[in-house]
């Protein structure tokens, strides 16, 4: 049986699970989509909606305990449904390539590039060894890879996350297959090489009219790159429409629900709630009846959960599943209506750190001379912090912003310099810090999972900045567990659950009631946010809001998302190899004049607004190593302002602008408002605002 003309992949009806020990359970049900020849389509949900799970297993990719209960797959005129394990994995690699989210784990590391890359043509050609790796030397060109004839001779853990994924691309593109599937690929990735990744899939489907499957929980990524979006919950469609449609006018209340949870840049909704998802998706084996999102909506009626819906055709290429879905638009709530959390004004000085440095032996050389390599991660830093503030902290990885936390912690030692708290001067180690001084300042860390024993109870982790001799009392200590609990929204009867039993979400809440157990004056939060869905950000995004709000709590927040910095920040620090290269309030760093790597670096994120047009500008190469920090400017080897040899040979100067804005750049500031453009223009097309 054909599949209609032009279309490259079609999913009819299927529904797939996997088998346990005791049962079947079915994770993804009665889907139906079908995918045009040449499209990008994104599909889009929170972890555990069965995304992965829906595009490995239309293409017949499961594990063992996988199956198929019903449905058929095509892809362009061929039935994939039933093919033999021998006849799909022909297929796999020549007419299907995909690409993974964590290209280490997709890269065998004893091989080359150049040997995966010639293994990968051979296997579907007849090409001989020199023919495929001229072939991979033209796809490394093509993917825009610098030296070719270097990369192939390199081992995986020898290039940078982002090259590496532009490999893994490369290699699957490299017998030109009908269909790429991509799973999650920049999420590891920080914002400057999502850019250069985000820009090749734009630019393969135009080069090669490839048909892209990408899968995302990241909405401003789809809205960069694809066409059409398919919005997937608890295993079952949501809505499937065009980019226009799905933001600008969604018709079913988890893509409004979603939409709504994601930070814009806009100054007006700053430091306002978000509107954030209650509850959790359900397991697959405790489906609720009728609408699967029913208990989670803020527009359920009674029939909702009763009747299940079917996707219905609301314009000639949106469809929703929701009975109501005439009225979703209409329902929806302005954030800038939400609560507002006022800007705290200046105060008293909380923290501060005078030309910090933490320089540390490079690897391997920690027994070699006196005159071995040192990294330079932190190289002369120097901020304040006033009580109640926030101050968001950006760059690309190894920038050195979690070295600086971490030495402001004192879990490493700094090289020089000074850090106060409440003016008194901190020891360089955290053993050598007063128990006070160690209640005041506390940390967030990325991963949840690492920073909770899993031994202990969530009582236990909670209570451990309690237990000091002489302060609370047992009752006082359990008393005040459980006002954390309601505090970070975690029912009581989390008390004596285990680490295991909850959510990354529920996970980070517990992290986030243990730092303030002690009533801490200052906290730490590095990437608290980065692993999670944007729901659940959203909600803990309000959570640290109200925290703060409540207990006049100083916050020092590093993370790669600018939007969210943005959103939560008072003030905002852009750092670069060790160097803070550009200071002040939030509204002044994100508009010119600023400074060319914080330039660049709005320029690289995806907004969550097809309406808004950007700056294209593109840093070439990654961060030079710490170990080698470039003379002058330590930005002027990437920089597209560079001004010659100046930059090259002479340290910028540290200009004042209004507010207390400070840019490290011999660009003066008049010139940079002139020349630099504001980083998000609305489209004049534009017939109706997203929402925001």
Wanted: glycine share 6%; charged share 20%.
């Amino acid at each position: 049986m054909n599949t209609s003309k032009g279309t490259a992949l079609d999913i009819r009806n299927l529904t797939l699970g996997y088998r346990t020990e005791d049962t079947e359970l079915d994770v993804v049900r009665q889907v139906s989509l079908s995918i045009r020849a040449g499209e990008s389509f994104g599909l889009v949900g929170e972890s555990g909606s069965g995304k992965s799970t829906l595009a490995m297993g239309a293409i017949g990719y499961m594990p063992d305990n996988g199956y198929m209960r019903t449905g058929e797959v095509f892809l362009k005129d061929r039935r994939l449904t039933g093919l033999t394990r021998p006849e799909m994995t022909r297929i796999w690699g020549k007419t299907i390539g995909v690409v993974y989210q964590n290209p280490l784990t997709a890269m065998n590391p004893s091989l080359t590039i150049g040997q995966q890359m010639v293994e990968a043509a051979k296997s579907h050609t007849d090409l001989s060894r020199v023919q495929a790796l001229e072939l991979a030397h033209e796809m490394l060109t093509r993917v825009a890879m610098p030296k070719p004839e270097a990369i192939v001779a390199q081992y995986p853990h020898q290039l940078s996350g982002g090259m590496l994924q532009r490999c893994v691309i490369a290699m699957a593109m490299i017998n030109s297959p009908d269909l790429l599937i991509m799973d999650e690929p920049t999420t590891a990735l920080d914002v400057t090489s999502q850019a250069v990744v985000l820009d090749l899939v734009a630019d393969l489907r135009e080069t090669f009219s490839s048909t892209i499957l990408y899968i995302t929980h990241d909405l401003a990524v789809v809205a960069k790159i694809c066409q059409r979006i398919g919005v997937l919950y608890a295993g079952e469609l949501m809505e499937v429409g065009t980019i226009h449609d799905i933001f600008n006018r969604p018709a079913h209340p988890y893509t409004l629900s979603l939409l709504g949870c994601v930070p814009h840049f806009d100054a007006q909704a700053r430091r306002r709630a978000m509107d954030s998802i209650p509850g959790r998706i359900p397991r697959m084996d405790e489906l609720p009846q009728g609408c699967v999102f029913a208990p989670r909506c803020q527009f359920a009626l009674p029939e909702c959960h009763t009747k299940q819906p079917r996707l219905e055709t609301v314009d000639k290429e949106h469809q929703s599943a929701c009975i109501r879905h005439a009225h979703i638009l209409g329902l929806a709530r302005d954030t800038r209506q939400m609560k507002a959390y006022p800007t705290p004004k200046p105060g008293k000085q909380v923290l501060s750190i005078s030309s910090l440095k933490k320089y540390y032996p490079a690897s391997g050389s920690f027994f070699s001379s006196r005159n071995a390599k040192m990294v330079k991660a932190v190289n002369g830093v120097n901020l304040t912090l006033d009580k109640g503030f926030t101050m968001g902290i950006v760059g690309e990885s190894g920038c050195g912003k979690t070295t600086l936390i971490r030495t402001i912690m004192g879990l490493l030692s700094p090289t020089q310099g000074e850090i106060r708290l409440d003016n008194i001067a901190l020891a360089p180690r955290v053993a050598d810090r007063p128990l006070d001084t160690l209640r005041k300042i506390q940390m967030v860390f990325q991963n949840p999972e690492a920073s909770l024993n899993p031994r202990h109870t969530i009582a236990q982790s909670i209570q451990r900045p309690m237990v000091q001799p002489g302060i609370l009392s047992r009752r006082e200590i359990i008393t005040r567990t459980f006002a954390l609990l309601e505090a970070v929204n975690l029912p009581a009867s989390y008390y004596n659950r285990m680490p295991g039993e909850l959510s990354g979400g529920e996970k980070q809440r517990v992290a986030i009631a243990r730092a303030f157990a002690a009533d801490p004056s200052v906290v730490l939060l590095d990437e608290p946010l980065s692993a999670l869905d944007v729901s659940v950000q959203a909600s803990l995004i309000n959570l640290l809001f109200e925290l703060q709000h409540l207990n006049k709590t100083t916050y020092l927040f590093i993370s790669h998302d600018l939007a969210t910095v943005q959103h939560l920040s008072d003030w905002i620090a852009v750092m670069y190899l060790g160097r803070i290269m550009e200071t002040g309030r939030s509204d002044k760093v994100f508009a010119p004049p600023y400074h060319p790597y914080t330039e660049a670096l709005l320029s690289a994120i995806p907004v969550a607004d097809p309406n808004i047009q950007q700056q294209h500008i593109r840093l070439e190469g990654s961060v030079p190593s710490a170990m080698e920090i470039p003379d002058g400017c330590p930005f002027h080897t990437r920089c597209p302002r560079k001004r010659g040899s100046l930059c090259e040979t002479q340290a910028p100067p540290q200009q004042e602008g209004l507010d207390g804005h400070s840019i490290c750049c011999h660009i003066p500031m008049e010139e940079l408002g002139r020349i630099q453009a504001a980083a998000f223009v609305p489209t004049q097309k534009t017939q109706e605002a997203p929402l925001s």
